[in-house]
């Protein structure tokens, strides 16, 4: 069965905006008021830390919790202000992008399934 996914973007809880320096890294600290989950964790709703770095790796810290995913450049204006960007299927949301202030925006690498078979001789 094919699930309808909605767009929300939370721009309001960006709390803080900047760069650690000129070439290591990006980061900003939002309020995020609802669940939601990243790298098939679950983070409850408050402050976290989301940390974007030169190659592309995404870090989410916050509430004794943290996870680290790869993204892709993704087609998000360069002029927008800080958000992270969400899907929900009506019982989840989950983080699919980031958009750092000044920069292009980046999506996260969600892999395809891959399925391993083991065999005996």
Do not use: W
């Amino acid at each position: 069965m094919k699930r309808n996914f909605f767009n929300l973007v939370a721009v309001a809880g960006v709390l803080l905006g900047g760069s650690l320096t000129a070439s290591a890294a990006e980061r900003v600290t939002v309020n995020v008021p609802f669940s939601f989950v990243v790298a098939g964790l679950e983070f409850q709703p408050g402050h976290y830390t989301v940390d974007e770095s030169t190659s592309g790796v995404l870090t989410v810290s916050g509430g004794g919790r943290g996870a680290f995913v790869t993204t892709i450049p993704a087609e998000f204006k360069s002029s927008a202000p800080s958000s992270l960007h969400f899907v929900t299927d009506g019982h989840e949301y989950h983080l699919v992008g980031v958009q750092m202030e000044g920069e292009l925006g980046r999506a996260i690498d969600s892999p395809s399934e891959h399925k391993l078979s083991i065999g005996s001789r």
